[in-house]
């Protein structure tokens, strides 16, 4: 049982073009975040939500917009695709704020995304 | 928000110690210390995590001085199925908590 599930796990598409990515996470965290990794390896965070209100945002083009329909989901949608764009997209949650316990973050598989 | 540094990689062989060491000097009093392991294409898998002294699971032990600017962490009898890039994080539990990932150690492990 998959604990943080993204899809889908390749996405090739071409520029210009709007995409999607979802995310859902059973195991009762309260955050949610959105992570990219570009060609050198680099993790940089994008976003952080925390019970469905955005928390974090690191200066993410406006192109990228997260959602947050309830707290198991964080899906991560991208308007007008551009090369730059690609990398790998992970999606991570952790049980962070009141009565947290661990810093453990579980992460999803990845989603690669090519934009041609 | 605390910086970390790490060697970019590291190598090893079969069966030997390994120990990769963490500099995070400005460390606040509410941070944790945890440790990622990164296989490639998959996500970012936590190790361990500690405040102080030392912290040993089935894995790896993770050693912090009483200082706490800098960590260690020691992953016995290496396979190469260790080879990953090892990943050092520093910070706290509240949900501001941003998850900052550094460059990483590259630990190749060769037979």
């Known amino acids: 049982d998959t604990a943080v599930s993204q899809t889908p796990k390749y996405l090739v598409t071409q520029m210009g073009n709007d995409k999607s990515i979802k995310c859902e996470q059973n195991l009762g965290h309260d955050t949610m975040y959105w992570y990219k990794q570009d060609s050198k390896k680099f993790l940089k965070i994008m976003f952080s939500y925390n019970n469905k209100e955005l928390i974090i945002n690191e200066t993410v083009p406006n192109r990228f917009s997260p959602k947050s329909p309830d707290k198991a989901h964080l899906n991560l949608h991208i308007n007008s695709l551009e090369l730059g764009d690609s990398a790998v997209y992970f999606c991570a949650s952790s049980q962070q704020g009141q009565g947290a316990q661990s810093t453990e973050a579980f992460f999803g598989q990845g989603t690669r995304l090519t934009v041609v | 928000l605390a910086k970390t540094t790490q060697p970019i990689s590291m190598d090893s062989y079969e069966g030997q110690e390994v120990n990769i060491t963490c500099s995070h000097n400005n460390i606040a009093t509410n941070d944790y210390i945890t440790w990622y392991q990164q296989f490639p294409s998959q996500g970012p898998r936590f190790i361990i995590q500690?405040?102080?002294t030392k912290v040993t699971n089935e894995v790896a032990s993770l050693f912090i001085p009483a200082d706490r600017k800098s960590s260690t962490l020691s992953l016995p009898r290496v396979s190469l199925s260790d080879t990953a890039v090892y990943y050092c994080l520093v910070g706290g539990m509240d949900s501001s908590y941003k998850l900052i990932f550094g460059s990483g150690t590259r630990l190749l492990v060769r037979p």
């Open positions: 500690g405040y102080k």
